[in-house]
């Protein structure tokens, strides 16, 4: 019985590139969600400060 030779392998890359996922269209990025949240938190803010100064008229 005869095996035959398996190539040698180099130690290293295994040349397979990691890609981040594509996201998916119309989707936003993660950088506009969290400016959308930070954005949202100061309306809500200032609708609280604007909500207590018609209060105390």
Request: aromatic share 4%.
């Amino acid at each position: 019985m005869t095996t035959s030779e398996l190539p040698r392998r180099t130690p290293g890359s295994s040349g397979r590139i990691h890609h981040s996922p594509d996201p998916t269209p119309g989707a936003p990025s993660r950088a506009l969600r969290m400016r959308a949240v930070a954005g949202w938190v100061t309306f809500m803010r200032r609708a609280e400060v604007g909500a207590v100064r018609e209060t105390k008229t």
